[in-house]
Each structure stands twice: as C-alpha cells, then as structure tokens.
C-alpha cells in the first residue's frame, strides 16, 4: 500500500507563492497517476491538478490553471505543486491522492491513497 506525506504548506500573503511536496512510500509510485485536491471549511474536497505516470500529461482546474504547476520526480517518487499568484480562496488543506490505473477523473472517490494533508492559509 501506498503511503502519501504532504509537505510545504504554511501561512503566505496574497500574490505569494508555495511549492507542496509529496511523497510515496513505494517504487511503484512511478506507474501511478497522481492528483492535487483541496478542501476548505464547510466545503467539499475539490480537484485541483493531475499528472499522468510520465509526466506528460498534465491537467489543472479552471481556477488555479495559470497559477498552479504540477511535476513529478519519479526518481524521488515525489510529486510537487508549485503555486504562484495566491489568492485568499487558495486557502485549503490541500492532499495529494495517486490513482493506480492513470489519470483517468478528476472525481476523488475513483484515487485509492491519500495523504493527511497540509494547510496553505492566503492572507489578503
């Protein structure tokens, strides 16, 4: 199984930047497709960005495309979420999720393992 650890969150102003990082337990995070979601209080769980096994497909939200870019070091079996340009409704936990059978939804009941989490807070 899978074990997913969320770094990189924290507290930034408006216009700001913050890079997340996540990583796997498993070599086998290479063949997985992994996803960025967030969930704000009294909200639910959102997509936010999602990267195919490779890299070489990459897909974004109407709302951070533009802002946000996802990467992945699959030597590091490591995924990343470079933010710029943040906004006070960035302000979530945001958890990166990995899919074994591709970047196949951006629903998250279809990603099998979740991280814990990690708070970014956009201050206006």
């Known amino acids: 199984q899978v074990q997913l650890v969320e770094s990189g969150g924290g507290l930034v102003q408006a216009g700001g930047s913050l890079r997340l990082s996540c990583a796997a337990s498993e070599r086998t995070f290479s063949s997985y497709a992994m996803g960025w979601f967030r969930q704000a209080p009294g909200k639910e769980r959102e997509f936010v960005s999602g990267i195919s096994w490779s890299g070489g497909r990459t897909v974004y939200a109407d709302s951070v495309k533009g802002r946000f870019t996802i990467s992945r070091d699959n030597a590091k079996n490591t995924v990343y979420l470079t933010m710029n340009s943040l906004k006070p409704e960035d302000t979530a936990v945001y958890y990166c999720?990995?899919?074994?059978?591709?970047?196949?939804?951006?629903?998250?009941?279809?990603?099998?393992?979740w991280g814990q989490g990690t708070q970014v807070t956009v201050s206006s």
């Open positions: 999720a990995a899919d074994p059978r591709g970047l196949r939804s951006i629903n998250a009941r279809e990603y099998d393992y």
